[in-house]
């Protein structure tokens, strides 16, 4: 049907197999290296955005808390103020 399969083709096919299996190795570990870069990358964005987060954002209680503690103390100078006229 398909003739003699003599040696030279059983090289061939192995060969063939072997260059497919190593041409699918690469291209597996080019895609786990951009993935891995990507998460990497992505890693790096998410720190940098907790870090600023940290360090920019301030609650809205906390903010309301020091402006009544500001708008306290400038009661008291006035109070002071006006005490000091009387």
């Not at 998410?46 to 809205?60: E, H």
């Not at 903010?63 to 005490?83: G, W």
Request: charged residues 30%; without cysteine; glycine residues 4%.
């Amino acid at each position: 049907m398909f003739g003699k399969v003599t040696p030279e083709l059983i090289i061939a096919v192995l060969s063939s197999g072997a260059g497919a299996f190593a041409g699918l190795s690469k291209a597996l570990a080019n895609f786990n290296r951009k993935i891995e870069k990507r998460f990497e990358t992505i890693e790096r964005d998410l720190d940098s955005f907790q870090d600023r987060v940290i360090r920019d954002y301030v609650l809205k209680e906390d903010f309301l808390r020091e402006m009544q503690a500001v708008h306290n103390k400038l009661d008291r100078i006035l109070d002071h103020i006006l005490s000091k006229n009387n």
